[in-house]
């Protein structure tokens, strides 16, 4: 069975210290748990978290979703937020993890990506610079969150022209944000093989589609 890798960037940055983050935790846990009631799902989707503050760490390494483990994410009290670091380490990760197709080998599908952040690049110079690096890895799709009023709508349009704005932090928004990326991977996964372009479903009243 070819994979289906799939990317998570998320936001641990100083502002989402307390309930953001504790709701950040338990919307993964629920879209996680949807996921796995999806037998196409379980038979393809690979799963990377990783998380950026000052620093980009990756979370969980790509891992088959049967086996996949969500670990706690924590975040700093202050902090700032280093999405162009994050885009760096990405880069290098999909570079390696994602199989080519050949010849004699079929590759995985194209991989997604979800970007979720509460805030702006605080790394503008090197967020800017990754961009075009991160369109040649072929996504199937590339989606932004802005959430909260502090998040920064345009600075993601330049990465993506999928961008998706979540008004607040809590838990009823997030769980319902990461319902609707659950439909969208299922989506991904219905899509691939067919050469298009993943089409994101309608998304619910609570998340604002950027154009």
């Given amino acids: ?4 890798p799939v990317y998570f960037l998320l936001d641990t940055s100083g502002s989402m210290y307390g309930e953001p983050i504790q709701a950040l935790n338990n919307a993964l846990s629920g879209m ?6 999806d037998p196409q799902a379980l038979d393809s989707l690979w799963i990377s978290l990783i998380t950026f503050n000052v620093n980009a760490i990756e979370l969980v390494p790509l891992t088959e979703l049967v086996s996949f483990q969500l670990p706690e994410i924590l975040c700093p009290q ?3 937020t280093h999405t162009g670091r994050a885009l760096e380490l990405l880069y290098e990760k999909v570079s390696t993890d994602v199989i080519q197709g050949s010849a004699t080998v079929k590759g995985d599908w194209k991989p997604l990506l979800f970007i979720f952040t509460d ?5 503008l110079k090197l967020y800017r610079d990754m961009i075009s690096k991160i369109k040649t890895l072929n996504f199937g799709a590339i989606v932004g969150c802005a959430a909260g009023h502090a998040a920064n709508d345009s600075l993601l349009k330049e990465l993506t022209d999928s961008v998706v704005h979540l008004d607040s932090t809590d838990s009823s928004t ?6 609707w990326v659950s439909e969208t991977i299922e989506q991904g996964n219905k899509s691939q093989g067919t050469g298009e372009k993943v089409q994101l479903p309608p998304p619910p ?7």
């Fill in 1 to 4: 069975m070819r994979r289906l």
């Fill in 32 to 37: 996680i748990s949807t996921l796995r009631t």
């Fill in 78 to 80: 202050s902090g700032p």
């Fill in 119 to 123: 805030g702006k690049p605080s790394d």
């Fill in 174 to 179: 997030l769980k319902t944000f990461f319902k």
């Fill in 205 to 211: 009243d609570e998340i604002i589609l950027i154009v």
